[in-house]
């Protein structure tokens, strides 16, 4: 399968020197324009290599397993999510064969349309990957290569260059460790709040402007 595969992409950056245990990365689209934009935007990151072509066809990979990866998959979505699957959550869900053991869901859009104008391109490859670390550190048959097309970009009609940036960013906000110190919105809010309160607490009043006709010392008590 993967001579077939090389026989119908052209590769625009192949891996580098990842380490051992990195999970590797593979991206690509048949559409020329998304397969540049994801080039330029993960151009020398030694663990993603970047392909023009038919990189991920699942109807092949279905058929290889004689369509037991679709009815696994919809199987693993009934029973874990109650038949509905959302943008950002993702499944991965084994099958039974050597070759292909495993596929991952991951949505971008609720129901097929546009999703201009929306995160879900960072939300589905984040939920991807998040669920792939999560598969390889419970043990059992690591996941090492995890191919991923343009997210978005078909239907859903999202700017090549902006989901390729949105995939990037999810990239770099999962396996580069970015969501260390991501803080929530609402966290971050009620920091904020705290911090506000001490500041009052330890400077109960405030002159405002320095006022350069007030004497020396009658600042103490405004």
């Not at 699942?58 to 397993?65: G, M, V």
């Not at 004689?66 to 038949?83: N, P, S």
């Not at 998040?130 to 978005?152: D, E, F, K, Y």
Request: aromatic fraction near 4%.
């Amino acid at each position: 399968m993967r001579k077939i595969r090389r026989r119908r992409v052209a590769t625009l950056q192949p891996f580098g020197q990842a380490g051992p245990d990195a999970l590797l990365v593979s991206l690509g689209d048949l559409s020329a324009a998304v397969a540049d934009r994801l080039h330029y935007h993960f151009h020398g990151v030694a663990a993603v290599e970047v392909v023009h072509g038919d990189l991920l066809d699942l109807k092949a990979i279905d058929d290889f397993h004689r369509g037991e990866a679709q009815r696994r998959v919809t199987a693993a979505i009934r029973e874990q999510f109650l038949g509905e699957l959302p943008v950002g959550a993702a499944l991965v869900v084994g099958l039974p064969a050597r070759r292909f053991p495993f596929v991952v869901a991951a949505p971008t859009m609720r129901i097929p349309g546009s999703v201009r104008g929306s995160l879900n391109a960072y939300l589905s490859m984040r939920a991807a990957l998040v669920a792939v670390l999560r598969h390889n550190a419970a043990g059992g048959v690591r996941i090492r290569t995890l191919a991923v097309p343009g997210l978005g970009t078909g239907v859903g009609g999202l700017d090549p260059d902006e989901a390729a940036a949105q995939m990037r960013a999810a990239y770099d906000n999962v396996v580069g460790g970015g969501w260390v110190d991501v803080t929530h919105p609402a966290l971050a809010r009620s920091l904020s709040a705290t911090a506000a309160g001490t500041l009052a607490a330890a400077e109960p009043a405030s002159c405002g402007a320095v006022d350069p006709g007030v004497q020396p010392g009658a600042r103490d008590n405004c």
